[in-house]
T-cell receptor, first 117, second 114 residues
Framework: DTGVSQDPRHKITKRGQNVTFRCDPI?????LYWYRQTLGQGPEFLTY????????KSRLLSDRFSAERPKGSFSTLEIQRTEQGDSAMYLCASSFPRGYRRAETQYFGPGTRLLVL | QQPVQSPQAVILREGEDAVINCSSS?????VHWYRQKHGEAPVFLMI?????EQKGHEKISASFNEKKQQSSLYLTASQLSYSGTYFC???????????????FGKGTKLSVIP
């Protein structure tokens, strides 16, 4: 079990550029989550996939953000036309399904730290 | 609404005990506790379900009072390795859209010194 992995670990970009992050969940986990974490705050939910279906999106996820999980395995999060306010740690988590979809343990990856100059 | 954690920060000497509280304005189904060290991923500690259960994990235990919509994390005989920021994530009993999200508090920074 290699855990949740994310790539890259760090990204520095200029305002207006597009960036893409990748998340590989734990292999048997079919649920995948994206969070954003800023300094001094807890993780904030962005979006959630069950297999390849994107089931929930937060109001934090503006039109510039798009997430995909094309084959139900790895996921990508793209931010278009980055702004300085997008600077944050982007965390991915995955969970193993329980029959009644409650109280699943989410295992987090190491995150991608984004800095927009 | 995110849960409120208290205290915001605490400094302990090795061997001392601490309690971290997590309070929500919503009826809760579960509370999830994580520890995060600087620059690292949040690490899962334990999950508590409604029913007022209490759990233990080595010298770290927690309780959940669903009537008060509160959970507390107890750290006894603290070790240097306990240093980090502790987050509670809450899952509400509401069953509509977005109900299965975890909503995290702002965290409690725990520093254990020799």
């Amino acid at each position: 079990d290699t855990g949740v992995s994310q790539d890259p670990r760090h990204k520095i970009t200029k305002r207006g550029q597009n960036v893409t992050f990748r998340c590989d969940p734990i292999s048997e986990h079919n649920r995948l989550y994206w969070y954003r974490q800023t300094l001094g705050q807890g993780p904030e939910f962005l979006t959630y996939f069950q297999n390849e279906a994107q089931l929930e999106k937060s109001r934090l996820l503006s039109d510039r953000f798009s997430a995909e999980r094309p084959k139900g395995s790895f996921s990508t999060l793209e931010i278009q036309r980055t702004e300085q306010g997008d600077s944050a740690m982007y965390l991915c988590a995955s969970s193993f399904p329980r029959g009644y979809r409650r109280a699943e343990t989410q295992y987090f990856g190491p995150g991608t730290r984004l800095l927009v100059l | 609404q995110q849960p409120v954690q208290s205290p915001q920060a605490v400094i302990l000497r090795e061997g001392e005990d601490a309690v971290i509280n997590c309070s929500s304005s919503k009826a809760l189904y579960s509370v999830h506790w994580y520890r995060q060290k600087h620059g690292e991923a949040p690490v899962f500690l334990m999950i508590l379900l409604k029913g007022g259960e209490q759990k233990g994990h080595e010298k770290i235990s927690a309780s959940f009072n669903e009537k008060k919509q509160q959970s507390s994390l107890y750290l006894t005989a603290s070790q240097l390795s306990y240093s980090g920021t502790y987050f509670c994530g809450t899952e509400s009993t509401y069953s509509g859209a977005g109900s299965y999200q975890l909503t995290f508090g702002k965290g409690t920074k725990l520093s254990v010194i020799p």
